[in-house]
């Protein structure tokens, strides 16, 4: 299909290949991070803590001497669990309401803009925050909280995407032979609308992990001894002059799986030709 | 009992009354065809058939139409909608912008089966099949594999006929179905229409604008003036002898062969806007015979000496 042709486009071109080809390299630390990881996450040594990187610890040891490059490749998971549940969650919660409130219109359309609009005008990480104030920190809590951040997005760019494809002839010919506002939902009118709203979300999760890391960096993430990136940087911080790449190794392992979701994203924008119906929100 | 009895309908958007007393009757095997130029309220009579007037904010103000004993005027959306597609199938105007450009054609005329007649997936796709290869579109399985992109637009017509066909309705409603298409593919399509009506004894109610289509096509003749219904006969005799002015103007509008460079003229003028039809006969202000009562008096629609229509002049002539 269009968007699968897509894909293999954008893992082709130069600009798509690299980035592409770094995230399958985390997402496989994530995947196989017992197998990879030469020590365990929590394993504490304290004689040997804020060691340098060497060879039996290639990025060095934290404050309790465990191994950084085992909890940074544990740590993958956190984030990158993290943020695709709950951006998955956000795009199908977001077609759906966006969907209902195109194709509806009326009273509904009404208040699902308003409620939208209205969180839209936040930051994400204001809405995040507060929500996590009310569910409580935790992992769940941060899911929630991401999910519910980035809803508005997607709700707008479906609903847009809907609003302009509802009045297409096609739509129109399969109700005048008798399909029903679902059938033409889910059949034809979210099929056609998906592929800006998949881009968006691809996005989204380069944003989500960070904001999944500064909420770690909070406290507010993935409670001790469960690796994250950025409660790792935010313990990092009071060791910054002593044993600085506690710090450093995170917020690179941070910035290069953002960035490559972000030039694959753009990648793939340039190979389905869609910047046009992004920009519409 | 016609299968289909469109009676004195009058349609109403808004303000403006776009469409006034229009009646006909349709019968299984029939083919009937609605004939006026743009503006003459043709789809909207089309809409009507198909309870489809509420979504463009229109309402019948007067009059019934009664398909199959129902009254679909007073139906509910829900009712109307298991109707569309199973027992009445309208086919739009435009193929090219009529099919889901992301999905396979097959899938497309499989889902009208699936959706009204409850078949299976294989049944469907057989019976998809099998309709392709009625519409004379060579290779069905390849066809049935393809996306709407690679069919050229005779083909796409085509496949929007076999979705109109696949719960096999009692009414077809053809809305100029051959418009967007060149003449040798409309005369084509046309015929498959034809044949396919005639094998199966459907209704259709063929709406166009273009006599030549009547003259392959129809039986009977309803011909629409700015809203009202200018003469109505079988084909034959309309040809034959045309009762009103209007008529033999758009019949002369038909290019014959061998007619000499130039000589073909349209009708001069438009038809007049909604928002002002002339007082007295609608077609006096184009008509090249119009008498004073004619722009005094609306003529009504009574029998002449072959058919119905609603012109002073023919009376006159009567007498």
């Known amino acids: ?281 | 009992m016609a299968l289909l009895s469109v009676r004195d309908v009058s349609i109403s958007i808004g303000v403006i009354d776009p469409v006034e007393g229009v009646s006909f009757d349709l019968d299984k095997g029939e083919i009937l065809g609605v004939v006026g130029e743009s503006g003459s309220g043709k789809s909207l009579t089309a809409m009507s058939v198909m309870g489809l007037l509420p979504r463009i904010g229109g309402r019948l103000r007067t009059g019934s139409v009664v398909f199959d004993g129902m009254e679909l005027n007073t139906m509910s959306e829900d009712g109307l909608r298991r109707l569309r597609g199973k027992r009445i199938a309208l086919i739009s105007q435009n193929p090219m912008t009529s099919l889901d450009p992301i999905i396979r054609i097959g899938a497309q005329i499989d889902q009208v089966s699936t959706l009204h007649l409850g078949l299976n997936a294989a049944a469907a796709k057989a019976r998809s099949l099998d309709l392709i290869a009625q519409l004379r579109i060579p290779e069905p399985e390849q066809i049935h594999r393809a996306y709407p992109h690679q069919l050229s637009g005779g083909m796409k017509q085509r496949i929007v006929i076999a979705m109109a066909l696949a719960a096999d309705p009692d009414l077809i409603v053809a809305d100029e179905p051959t418009t967007a298409l060149d003449v040798t593919i409309q005369a084509q399509i046309i015929q498959i229409m034809v044949d396919l009506v005639r094998d199966r004894g459907l209704a259709l109610m063929l709406i166009t604008h273009d006599m030549g289509v009547v003259a392959q096509a129809c039986d009977r003749v309803v011909v629409l003036y700015a809203g009202r219904v200018a003469e109505t006969n079988t084909v034959e005799a309309i040809f034959a002898d045309p009762q009103h002015p209007y008529t033999r103007e758009l019949i002369r509008c038909i290019p014959r062969h061998g007619q000499a460079p130039g000589s073909l003229k349209g009708i001069p003028g438009m038809v007049p806007s909604v928002m002002d039809y002339p007082g007295g006969c609608r077609f006096h202000p184009r008509c090249t015979q119009a008498i004073d009562i004619c722009k005094a008096l609306l003529p009504v629609l009574e029998a002449k000496t072959t058919g119905f229509a609603a012109c002073h002049l023919s009376e006159a002539r009567v007498q």
């Open chain 1, 1 to 281: 299909m269009v968007a699968l042709t897509a894909l293999r486009t954008a893992v082709g071109s130069p600009r798509g290949a690299i980035p592409a080809g770094i995230l399958v390299f985390i997402v496989a630390c994530a995947v196989f991070a017992p197998i990879i990881a030469p020590y365990a996450y929590d394993i504490q040594n304290l004689p040997g803590s804020n060691e340098a990187p060497n060879a039996a610890h290639w990025m060095g040891t934290d404050e309790f001497g465990r191994d950084l490059m085992s909890r940074i490749i544990y740590g993958a998971r956190t984030s990158l669990s993290v943020a695709v549940t709950a951006i998955s969650i956000s795009v199908v919660a977001g077609m759906t309401l966006g969907a209902m409130a195109g194709y509806f219109g009326g009273a509904f359309d009404r208040a699902v803009t308003a409620v939208v609009d209205l969180t839209w005008s936040f930051p994400e990480i204001l809405i995040a925050l507060i929500l996590i104030a009310i569910i409580g920190p935790g992992l769940q809590g941060t899911m929630i909280a991401i999910s519910i951040a980035y809803l508005a997005q997607f709700t707008r760019l479906t609903r847009a995407q809907i609003m302009a494809l509802k009045n297409e002839t096609y739509v129109e010919a399969t109700a005048n032979l008798g399909a029903g506002n679902f059938h033409i939902i889910f059949r034809h009118l979210l099929p056609n609308a998906i592929t800006p709203v998949i881009v968006a979300g691809m996005l989204a999760t380069g944003d989500a992990i960070i904001l999944e890391a500064t909420l770690g960096f909070f406290g507010l993430g993935a409670q001790p001894p469960t690796p994250s990136w950025g409660a790792m940087m935010s313990s990092g911080t009071a060791q910054i002059f002593i044993a600085p790449w506690i710090i450093i190794f995170p917020g690179l392992a941070i910035a290069i799986t953002v960035i490559s979701i972000n030039l694959f994203g753009d990648a793939l924008i340039e190979a389905l030709d869609i910047r046009n119906r992004l920009r519409s929100v």
